[in-house]
């Protein structure tokens, strides 16, 4: 097993790096809804809309995800002088993590990419834009903003949507001047010609925009590392990362490859992927991590970000947890705090699923509480299990419990199948959790009723219910250690 200590040390210093970006700027729609009929005008689905959300997109999401891995970012772009140039304003005035510094141009619209969703899955996306290089008096403004803002940067990133705002004179400037000053620069390229970008630290296309550079196959890692060190001698790239979906990533430099596999997520939705592993890459290499390392901790990044709905942010948190759940097995991937376990539940409830709740010490796990496990997941799509902390359990059963700590009962929580995710809590009720979550259905012991189950009057008032499973007969932790500790005094 790989030493992760290296990378959870960069991880602590990211919090002092300040990452300038350059690039396109756009702004993510997300329309959602249900269909059930078709248009009479036309073989197309008809959408029923229950909600919007918009957030920043492109070279945003990158300084979006910087600022949620605790780095500073700050974003050079241009937008139009139209309403969604003015939300994209609204929406980097809220995130105080984030400087932007946008440049205004008249006759350019602001990027908008639209999605429309039915049940988690995307019918539709529709694009606004423009895609010519800057005009002369704009691409000047740019040079000229970016003249002011880099002053500070420990390093640039150029993320490149092909949306004209790295025209080849600001490229030519930016890479000139890191060069000169001998700061990291990375690329997310999307121009075929990968000599745009000659003068890089690091450039970072995918596996179809490699092929198409390249012009040879990419399904191997030999491959991959020949058309890698073709592009390099043809283009002037010092190091190339290339992301390879389920494949991992291959880091190719002029003396050395490594191959790094994917790790293992739930793959929900690739928007923005991309953008949370150059968000990732930029911040570990400034902080001092090495090609490789800061390649380990980007593909950790992705790996997060595509079980995410939409162009979602991962954190620092998340990467943490991430490494230290590699270290002692993947069922300790499913033992989170209570705002992981939300994004959790957000990304269920966006693809339609339903959530159940139930809770308990669990000291001791026996066949009842298997049972109960299996009944509470039968009534739902995912199952989270809110777990007593061990304070919890010793105000409410009293000294000598539990008899195993919060850990072991988590940990063995975490081995059911049945299991979903297990959110320990440190009040004597889960009630906080409940209002949190709002399962779609809570579940207890059937020695309970409705009217004494914690928070199920919560549930029933937003149109969840609760369910009382049945009991397997002869199973009680208390039992059981009364009749250990009888036992040990025959003994």
Not at 24 to 29: A, I, S
Not at 203 to 228: D, F, W, Y
């Amino acid at each position: 097993m790989e030493n992760r200590s290296p990378l959870l040390n960069i991880l602590d210093k990211v919090s002092s790096v300040d990452v300038l970006v350059v690039g396109d700027v756009m702004l993510d729609r997300f329309v959602y809804g249900s269909t059930a009929r078709i248009s009479p005008e036309a073989p197309i689905p008809i959408l029923s809309i229950t909600h919007q959300s918009q957030m920043l997109g492109g070279a945003g999401n990158v300084v979006r995800n910087i600022a949620s891995l605790g780095g500073k970012a700050r974003l050079i772009s241009v937008i139009g002088e139209d309403a969604e140039g003015r939300e994209i304003e609204s929406i980097f005035a809220t995130q105080g993590a984030t400087t932007p510094h946008l440049v205004k141009s008249v006759g350019r619209p602001t990027t908008v990419k639209t999605r429309f969703i039915s049940d988690g899955q995307q019918l539709l996306r529709s694009d606004h834009e423009a895609t010519h290089q800057l005009q002369p008096q704009t691409a000047g403004n740019v040079i000229k903003t970016f003249q002011g803002a880099v002053k500070t940067a420990d390093i640039i990133v150029l993320s490149d949507y092909a949306k004209g705002v790295l025209s080849d004179t600001v490229l030519r400037h930016v890479i000139a001047y890191a060069t000169e000053k001998n700061i990291p620069i990375i690329a997310d390229p999307k121009a075929r010609d990968f000599s745009r970008y000659a003068g890089v630290t690091l450039l970072t296309p995918n596996r179809k925009e490699m092929i198409a550079a390249s012009g040879m196959p990419c399904s191997s890692n030999h491959e991959v590392e020949q058309a890698a060190r073709e592009v390099m001698r043809k283009s002037g790239v010092s190091a190339i990362l290339v992301t390879r979906s389920e494949a991992g990533m291959s880091l190719v430099t002029k003396d050395d490859a490594h191959h790094i596999a994917a790790e293992a997520q739930e793959v929900f939705d690739v928007s923005g992927a991309g953008d949370s592993v150059i968000a990732a890459l930029s911040l570990a290499l400034a902080a001092g991590a090495s090609l490789t390392d800061a390649a380990r901790i980007a593909n950790l990044a992705g790996g997060i970000a595509v079980s995410k709905s939409g162009t979602a942010a991962v954190t620092k948190a998340e990467i943490r947890q991430a490494l230290h759940s590699q270290e002692i097995g993947d069922m300790e991937a499913k033992i989170v705090n209570l705002d992981m376990a939300l994004e959790r539940v957000s990304n269920w409830r966006s693809r339609g699923l339903k959530v159940g709740f139930t809770n308990g010490c669990f000291d001791l796990v026996h066949p009842g509480h298997i049972s109960l496990m299996r009944q509470a997941r039968s009534e739902c799509d995912r199952l989270i299990v809110g777990l007593n902390t061990d304070d919890s359990i010793r105000r409410l059963k009293g000294e000598g419990r539990p008899v195993t700590n919060e850990n072991s009962r988590a940990i063995v929580l975490a081995s059911l199948s049945d299991v979903d995710l297990v959110v320990p809590f440190a009040e004597d009720t889960p009630i906080r959790l409940i209002e949190a979550v709002k399962p779609d259905v809570l579940t207890k012991g059937a020695d309970y009723t409705k009217e004494t189950v914690v928070g199920a009057d919560i549930v029933e008032a937003y149109g969840g219910r609760v369910h009382l499973a049945s009991l397997k007969e002869g199973f009680s932790t208390t039992g059981t250690i009364e009749r250990l500790l009888a036992t040990k005094k025959e003994a």
